[in-house]
RNA sequence: GCGCCCGUAGCUCAGUAGGAUAGAGCACCGGAUUCCUAAUCCGGGGGUCGCAGGUUCGAAUCCUGCCGGGCGCACCA
């Protein structure tokens, strides 16, 4: 709808040789946004304000010359110079009533964009640690992750979702031997698990299905263990375990015990609506050989240098605050080597923008990770990083501890079954992603009117449900009948909820653009309340057949608006409640 | 110390590449149902947009400094 302006403005600027140059690198569409004050019409645009400066002339004379410019169209109303400047498009009421019928032969089309093909976009996100169950901080990536991946969809790119699995390195030997001594202890030997293994009862149950081929128990595990630090204890225990029960026992257990958990966080997020197109493990770099591939590209662009027998990435460079290890004096690549293997893998897959949806304690490693990819000939803009602040639940009105040491954090399943699904997935984007979340579960499950996620969904059932009445009382929505008759809605309930309808797709850009589903969700507030205050005001089924049949096509546009933005969300929209 | 994020109504938060008198929910007060679901609606009070400067026709929004809160600064992953 916003075009039908941005065409009459582009068309009569291009009348105005004066004019069109100064406006050369201003984007008409920008200039134009919705009105709050309904007397200023339906939309605004600021052109004449912006060119004032450039072209050299009184934004009001500017603002004349290009009404006196504007061709005849029959969507519009009229055409006001109002304030400083602002050029005022009031619409016609054609123009809503089109807008009605769009919706409706669009239907769960409605809001999406055409096809682009330009950037082609890999959406990582979660990626967490396979070493436990997902926690309630993961469930707002994952809820954000997938809403903004369906919002740039709606907006017409074409995304990749990926699950980047740290399926490498020290910690993957700490999963290995905690199921292992879970399993020395389910055979009744006796020793004290050690402070820094991974002790929720979660690996007592992956010990208990262990099937490992020459597993046997060792009972001198413990015996003469050198005094150390609690992550000495560990390695020493490692290397133990490793050296007596064979590198292939050892590792057959740690596969079980990660892909155990891989298992269990995919299913986690699938009954939570999340799926992702590939799950990226980070073992396959080393095996296919991708680190080495990309640190060879690396040291070719002279950003690498040896101090102290490692290897150092010219991170300052690039913004970081200090030059970063990628090769360590004992030859191990670190885990910063590994994400850069992985990103670069990223764009020479092709994909050209590459977004990583991260908690927020991941800030430091942007510049990092960009300048990586910059250094390997690709640029640091290619990767978007949306850091997403930490999650804290209230209960009662208490803050609710979490305590991943002593395995008693609230897990997203612990969540999703207190909550359910619809709620989580609405609360945790109901907020901006740099704002820190108190998610108060008393309100998200309360089936009462503080619940903002029911208010949504009530209005989707109460449409559904009074075209159960209209067949209850053997009447007919006649659609033609009613699209003929849009004439007859002119209450101002009827314009109100037309408005709203008609920005969707204007929203949705926003959010997709802005990667923010927070405006989605407070849309669909604003698109409910227009429809309640309806339901209130005035009586769908009526005895006079074309009113009838037109409020029932404006109340059938606003049933499909609310389920593509719900289905969006992730959010289910009944048809009762 | 350095870096990133945040500071808007009593509480929780929106606020669109700066735009016209700053919005919503909750809480509080007062109303609405012989009629399509009252999980609803209508009305009301509530604000020095952390503070101080700057940029300009115009700043909650951009810039600088300060104050307050969160997070991060490994040859860990």
């Not at 298992?263 to 939570?272: K, N, P, S, T, V």
């Not at 690498?304 to 004992?330: C, I, L, S």
């Not at 639940?393 to 002593?406: C, I, P, Y």
Request: no cysteine.
């Amino acid at each position: 709808m916003k075009t039908i302006v941005a065409d009459i403005l582009d068309q009569s600027l291009a009348q105005l040789p004066e004019l069109a140059e100064a406006a050369a690198d201003l984007p008409v569409e920008s200039t134009i946004e919705r009105t709050r004050d309904a007397s200023h019409g339906d939309f605004a645009s600021n052109l004449a304000m912006r060119l004032a400066k450039p072209a050299r002339m009184s934004p009001r004379d500017i603002a004349t010359r290009l009404v006196d410019h504007m061709a005849d169209n029959d969507a519009l109303d009229k055409v006001e110079i109002a304030g400083p400047g602002f050029i005022n498009f009031h619409l016609g009421a054609g123009a809503y009533h089109s807008e009605l019928a769009t919706i409706l032969e669009q239907g769960e089309d409605y809001g999406r964009q055409a096809r682009r093909a330009q950037p082609r976009i890999l959406l990582e996100f979660v990626s967490a640690n396979p070493t436990g169950p997902l926690h309630v901080g993961h469930g707002r990536l994952a809820a954000y992750g997938a809403t903004v991946g369906n919002l740039l969809e709606a907006a017409g790119y074409k995304v990749a979702r990926e699950y980047y699995v740290n399926d490498a390195g020290r910690q993957m030997d700490i999963l290995g031997l905690s199921v292992y001594l879970r399993w020395l202890e389910a055979l009744d030997q006796d020793f004290e698990f050690p402070d820094g293994g991974y002790r929720g009862d979660y690996i007592r149950d992956i010990a208990g299905e262990l099937e490992a081929e020459d597993v046997r128990v060792l009972d001198d595990l413990f015996d003469g263990l050198p005094d150390g630090d609690k992550d000495e204890i560990i390695d020493e225990l490692i290397g133990r375990a490793k050296r007596r029960l064979g590198l292939g026992t050892f590792a057959e257990i740690r596969q079980q015990a990660l892909e155990s958990i891989r298992a269990d966080i995919e299913e986690d997020l699938a009954e939570f609506g999340v799926t992702f197109d590939r799950w990226f493990s980070e073992q396959s770099l080393t095996t296919e050989g991708r680190i080495d591939a990309a640190l060879t590209v690396l040291e070719k662009s002279g950003k690498v240098y040896e101090k102290d027998g490692a290897k150092w990435f010219r991170a300052t460079d690039f913004g970081d605050e200090k030059d970063r290890v990628v090769v360590r004096a004992n030859g191990n690549k670190t885990y910063f080597a590994s994400d850069i293997a992985y990103h670069y893998d990223k764009r020479e897959r092709g994909f050209d923008l590459l977004i990583d949806v991260l908690g927020a304690d991941h800030h430091g490693y942007i510049s990092r990770v960009g300048g990586g990819l910059a250094a390997m000939g690709y640029a640091a803009e290619d990767l978007e990083v949306k850091l997403v602040q930490f999650v804290a639940l209230f209960r009662g009105g208490e803050k609710v501890q979490m305590s991943t040491r002593s395995g008693e954090f609230e897990t997203l399943r612990q969540l999703r079954a207190e909550v359910g699904n619809d709620a989580a997935r609405f609360f945790y984007v109901s907020r901006s992603n740099d704002q820190h979340l108190d998610f108060d579960l008393d309100v998200a499950k309360s089936e009462s009117n503080d619940n903002p996620v029911y208010y949504i969904q009530y209005a989707h059932a109460r449409i559904a449900s009074v075209f159960r009445q209209l067949a209850e009382r053997d009447l007919v929505w006649d659609a033609d009948n009613g699209r003929a008759a849009m004439g007859l809605l002119g209450e101002p309930q009827e314009k109100a909820l037309m408005t709203t309808l008609s920005r969707y797709p204007e929203m949705i850009e926003l959010a997709a653009t802005n990667r923010a589903p927070q405006h989605l969700v407070h849309y669909l507030r604003d698109l409910a309340n227009d429809f309640h205050t309806y339901y209130n005001a005035h009586a769908f089924i009526v005895d006079d057949a074309a009113l009838r049949d037109a409020r029932l096509v404006l109340i059938s546009a606003a049933r499909v608006v609310i389920a593509n933005g719900l289905t969006i969300l992730g959010v289910s929209a009944p048809e009762a409640m």
